[in-house]
């Protein structure tokens, strides 16, 4: 979604009857009200929502006017929180966010572009990560992620850049009190910090709530957990790459571009311990949802 917090399957199961439901008011009044990112996984109806610029879009999503994460030099940051010690998840992760910058599953995301029709690059890097031990507890509001940001930022454990997306991965001790396993199992969202417009997103680990955010408990890296943060992490970077502060890419429900695609892999493969994967980035497999392609109608993929 627009503030896209990466919804929980049952969540996403209403969300698809909604979704008809508001197909049918669109067909029948033809001028149902556009719904915007609100950072919840829901679109919410605006009184004024922006209206799409540059004419209609024959791709099922629409261009609101704001800024997307073009150049060549866009950064991931990881802040790990709370307890990682012995979990395979920070090589797992790690080696994701190295690889998927150039691969066709990104590609997709080249399809988006800006009002002066500069499109995204297929490039994104890994550029470092620190870690947080529970300075804000075992249970965080939306605001004390934003402080875990800014705190890894003004201490100088990471470098002030909006060029990026810093990511708070909570491990499984640790909730986001705003419907962690519940309403979402991730979001990403905008603020400023320093004076800078920071882009971040919260990604807890799933084996808190398997059931809720976990793909499969038998994974291809031997780590179900890190696993679903995979998809999830893929799921949120690809919305701040094409909908950084929430006023760019997404469609007239208020979904963003992974939001559309959401829980949907595609043609998989068995992968050496039998579980399901459906890319290889580096030398993993990944089980990692499909992207919207904004290109030739538009369709859910896993490259482009
Ligand atoms: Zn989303």
Request: proline residues 0%.
């Given at each position: 979604m627009s503030v896209s917090r990466q919804k929980v399957r049952i969540v996403t199961t209403i969300m698809v009857v909604l979704s008809f439901a508001a197909i049918a008011v669109a067909q029948a009044g033809g001028n149902a009200p556009e719904l915007q990112p609100t950072g919840k996984g829901w679109g919410e109806r605006v009184e004024h929502a922006a209206k799409p610029t540059g004419g209609a879009t024959t791709n099922g999503i629409v261009y609101h006017g704001g800024p997307v994460m073009t150049g060549t030099g866009n950064h991931i940051y990881f802040i790990w929180y709370g307890n990682w010690s012995g979990n395979t998840a920070t090589t797992i992760l790690t080696d994701l966010a190295s690889k998927i910058g150039g691969s066709p599953y990104f590609?997709?995301?080249?399809t988006y572009y800006d009002g002066s029709n500069t499109h995204v690059s297929n490039a994104v890097a890994y550029a470092g990560n620190t870690t947080d031990n529970y300075s804000l507890g075992k249970s965080l509001t939306d605001a004390n992620i934003q402080s875990i940001v800014a705190s890894a930022i003004t201490s100088g454990r990471l470098p002030l850049d909006s060029h990026a997306v810093y990511f708070v991965l909570t491990s499984s001790d640790v909730t986001a009190?705003?419907?962690?396993?519940t309403q979402y199992c991730g979001w990403h969202t905008n603020g400023t910090i320093s004076g800078t417009d920071i882009k971040y997103s919260f990604v807890g680990n799933p084996d808190r709530c398997p059931s809720a955010?976990?793909?499969?408990?038998?994974?291809p890296n031997g780590n179900a957990g890190a696993d679903g943060m995979a998809s999830i992490i893929a799921h949120e970077l690809e919305e701040a790459t094409t909908d950084p502060d929430l006023n760019a890419w997404y469609d007239r429900?208020?979904?963003?571009n992974a939001d559309k695609c959401a829980w949907t892999f595609g043609t998989t493969y068995a992968a050496s311990n039998g579980s399901l994967a459906n890319m290889k980035l580096g030398t993993r497999d990944f089980l990692i949802q499909r992207n919207w392609v904004n290109a030739n109608g538009g369709f859910c993929a896993l490259s482009w």
């Open positions: 590609n997709i995301n080249t009190s705003s419907g962690f396993c955010c976990e793909d499969q408990t038998t994974s429900r208020g979904q963003e």
